[in-house]
């Protein structure tokens, strides 16, 4: 099993050292004036294909069900070492990740960027809440994986992958503290420290409450990170041309 570990995280080291090299060779080659750009972002850049590339493989062992071992014992271990008297503590925090909050949040930020004449904040926050809302939708319409059953849980709508609260929540804590790194700079790791504060209390809470395994979880927070980092680099690449 460890050996198996380490193969795969070669594995992964060398697909994303050869993706991001061929990035920086594709955009010398064809959009010479975003090399500046790119080499101030290469930690970025680097960050958003890990994200890619550990999303892709979480969901290849999803649809091969090869994570069950490992989900089912991570799951009974939470639930079995944390006391149930937090169980109410976690039921208000995983409100705090739910569409019927977050939405009517991001139109009211979304417009108050606007009014405020941030535009580029304004769409980076709304696209990267829709966009994650629709990629939720989409694949639990796809991936019909069934909700843990180890013991009895709320019912919530949908497949099990990915979580949909942690997705969302991700895509717009992420976007969230890259608006306000925009507006207030000095602000900017503050506002990350809450925002990975937030979305990881969130994710906790559905692996604590029983109603995701841990790689749907794992997974909706590769892919709600990887949203609002790639619009935000593609929107200011844009606007070097």
Same mark, same amino acid.
Not at 42 to 48: A, C, G, K, P
Not at 50 to 53: C, D, N
Not at 132 to 139: F, H, N, P, S, T
């Given at each position: 099993m460890f050996f198996e570990f380490i193969e795969n995280i070669v594995k992964l080291s060398i697909i994303? #050292?050869?993706?991001y090299f061929s990035i920086i060779i594709y955009v010398r080659n064809k959009h010479p004036t975003w090399s500046g750009p790119l080499e101030k972002r !290469?930690? %970025?850049? $680097? $960050?958003?294909l890990?994200? #890619?590339?550990v999303a892709i493989k979480i969901s290849e062992d999803v649809l091969y069900a090869e994570s069950g071992a490992f989900d089912k014992a991570v799951l009974l271990y939470i639930h079995n070492h944390l006391p149930a008297s937090l169980n109410r503590f976690f039921e208000i925090i995983t409100v705090s990740g739910s569409l019927k909050l977050l939405l009517p949040l991001t139109l009211i930020l979304t417009l108050s960027l606007f009014y405020a004449k941030r535009r580029f904040e304004a769409l980076l926050l709304a696209s990267s809440v829709v966009s994650? #809302? &629709?990629?939720?939708?989409?694949?639990k319409t796809l991936v019909g994986r069934d909700r843990p059953l180890l013991w009895q849980t709320a019912w919530y709508w949908g497949s099990s992958f990915p979580s949909g609260h942690t997705l969302v929540v991700s895509a717009f804590a992420t976007a969230a503290a890259l608006c306000v790194g925009s507006i207030w700079? %000095?602000?900017?790791?503050?506002? $990350?420290?809450? #925002? &990975?504060?937030?979305?990881?209390?969130v994710a906790f809470s559905r692996l604590v409450l029983g109603v995701h395994w841990p790689?749907?979880?794992?997974?909706?927070?590769?892919?709600?990170i990887f949203i609002p980092l790639m619009m935000n680099m593609l929107?200011?690449? !844009?606007? %070097?041309?």
């Open positions: 994303i #050292a050869c993706l !290469r930690f %970025t850049i $680097l $960050l958003v890990i994200l #890619a590339v994650a #809302a &629709m990629i939720v939708y989409l694949v700079p %000095t602000k900017q790791r503050l506002a $990350l420290s809450v #925002a &990975m504060l937030w979305l990881g209390s790689t749907d979880v794992l997974a909706a927070v590769c892919i709600g929107i200011r690449l !844009r606007n %070097t041309e």
